[in-house]
């Protein structure tokens, strides 16, 4: 089974609206962190946010929101107010367990693209 | 904050040469590295996890003798493709390893990447 599915492949969105990026987990570890990345064109894996899974508030960076859905574990980013530089690839991404360095697991992605 | 130099950031070989790809922590030691592939239109795959002074830790489906990886300093790791072909052609990035929890909130940090084009 997939640990990070990522079910919208491409979108678009007109440029000042806001946009959610879905993400939907499964892991059986109480603990874990997911991560939310913008991928640009140039290839360089950019982080935007953090959820920690025991984070009782949803997290929020500037315009980049996460809506955490514990129990249906889903992890949906939300881009306020888009911006024509946001058009890119987003990856949501697990770590599990409590160590620090364990790897990431990445979903498939979805190509973010913003109208003018 | 951390960074990741990684090198080159493209590199087209022949089929059949081998190709060293360098990732160098600037400002901080990396215990551990992680190195990813990705292919076009794909996402991030693991391909091995390297400790440094030890054995990488490879992935299945993951060649250990194609794609050699060092890590003999805490501040460089090198991944080489050995006997490189066409379909090796890729998109390779390294992510150091987060210190703590804590640091691990504000993302495990990324080289920019290499394109590697295997003609």
């Known amino acids: 089974a997939q640990k990070i599915t990522q079910t919208q492949p491409g979108m678009f969105v007109q440029e000042k609206e806001a946009v959610t990026l879905d993400c939907t987990y499964d892991?059986?570890?109480?603990?874990?962190?997911l991560f939310w990345y913008k991928q640009p064109s140039s290839g360089e894996m950019i982080f935007l946010i953090y959820?920690?899974?025991?984070?009782?508030q949803n997290a929020t960076e500037g315009r980049y929101s996460l809506n955490f859905q514990k129990a249906r574990k889903s992890a949906n980013l939300v881009i306020s107010a888009s911006q024509l530089g946001d058009s890119a690839m987003y990856f949501c991404?697990?770590?599990?367990?409590?160590?620090?360095?364990?790897?990431?697991?990445f979903g498939g992605g979805t190509r973010l693209m913003v109208k003018p | 904050g951390a960074v990741v130099s990684q090198h080159p950031s493209r590199v087209i070989c022949k089929s059949g040469t081998s190709v060293k790809i360098e990732c160098r922590s600037l400002?901080?030691?990396?215990?551990?590295m992680f190195w990813y592939r990705q292919f076009p239109k794909q996402s991030l795959m693991l391909m091995a996890t390297?400790?440094?002074?030890?054995?990488?830790?490879?992935e299945q489906g993951v060649e250990k003798d194609k794609f050699l990886i060092n890590h003999a300093s805490l501040t460089l790791s090198t991944l080489t493709v050995t006997s490189a072909h066409p379909e090796d052609s890729s998109f390779y990035i390294c992510?150091?390893?987060?210190?703590?929890?804590?640091?691990?909130?504000?993302?495990?940090?990324f080289g920019s990447g290499t394109r590697l084009t295997v003609v």
């Open positions: 992510s150091a390893r987060p210190r703590t929890i804590q640091g691990a909130r504000y993302g495990y940090t």
């Open positions: 892991t059986s570890d109480q603990s874990y962190g």
């Open positions: 959820q920690g899974s025991y984070d009782e």
């Open positions: 991404a697990m770590r599990e367990g409590r160590e620090a360095g364990n790897m990431l697991t």
């Open positions: 400002d901080f030691q990396a215990t551990t």
């Open positions: 390297s400790n440094e002074g030890s054995k990488a830790t490879y």
